[in-house]
């Protein structure tokens, strides 16, 4: 069943096609548990719904593969590790092991979400693949692990020095990562030319919450706390326009598929929607 398109009054009656659980096992020995460690903090599905993962606590982010028509979670082929339950029996995910706690978790890949979109993706180093699928997973340090989930390879960015809150991947096929840290600034990563650091962008004074990008990746919205919202013009990376509405923390924002409209949700308990070409307030959601 379609969400979105499907009534409110039929969600509750949607079925339950597969639970995970956060049940910790780990292969070597972390360090002490916190009262957290069984929450899930983030959820991220890939572009093309074939892979599902979710930070479970205690420095775990699990990978499955989802098969979207027979609506099964389970892997093609036997990956390179297995997780096994007391009991002997065999999970349908890989677990990822972390350095530090994961606060946000992103997918990229070298296929352009618009199939129309005539976007030619040149691979400098390490991605060879044709269709290359990039997991990132932003911590609590600030550095960023990504693992390539087609040839099980990890690779660490460090450039941030403390909690990633975000992350998002250009849609347009590029690889091309943004990262939104607290410790006031973002930071654009290629991927393809082997995970190095582009650019630093300034202009938020508190801690950064939340970006995204638009359709084409021309446009990156980003919002902050302290009310904060602010457009970049991703050729030029500067700032070309500041959002003026909230009173609080601003805290998520989200572009609509065209990039005609842009929402963002804040602790001042509104959500206001955008024009972001214009500048200007279309509505506010209560």
Known sequence: MNIQSSGEDEIPQAPVICELKNNVQTTQVL?????????????????????????CGNRLVRLVQWNKQKKQVGWNRKPAFVITDQAG???????????DFVHAIAFGSSVPRKKWRNVKVY??????????????????????????????QRMVLADHHQ????????????????????????KVWDMKDDGNMIVTLKGHTRSVRSCGFSHDASLLASVSDGSSVL????????????????????????????????????????????????GIKIREFL
């Open 123 to 152: 691979h400098k180093y390490n991605y060879e693949s044709e269709n290359e699928l990039i997991l990132a997973m932003g911590l609590r340090s600030g550095k960023i692990l990504t693992y390539d989930v087609t040839r099980e």
């Open 231 to 278: 457009l970049w013009d991703m050729k030029t990376y500067k700032v070309i326009r500041k959002l003026v509405g909230h009173f609080n923390d601003v805290i998520a924002c989200e572009f609509s598929p065209d990039s005609a409209l842009l929402i963002t949700a804040s602790r001042d308990t509104r959500a206001i929607l955008w024009d972001p070409h214009l």
């Open 31 to 55: 360090r002490p548990l916190t009262t957290n460690h069984y929450e899930t903090w983030h959820v991220a599905f890939s572009h093309d719904c074939k892979y599902f993962a979710w930070s």
């Open 163 to 186: 909690t990633i809150n975000d992350l998002r991947f250009a849609p347009d096929g590029s690889l091309i990562l943004l990262s939104a840290c607290k410790d006031r600034t973002l």
């Open 89 to 99: 029996e065999e999970k349908p995910w890989k677990q990822i092991e972390c350095p």
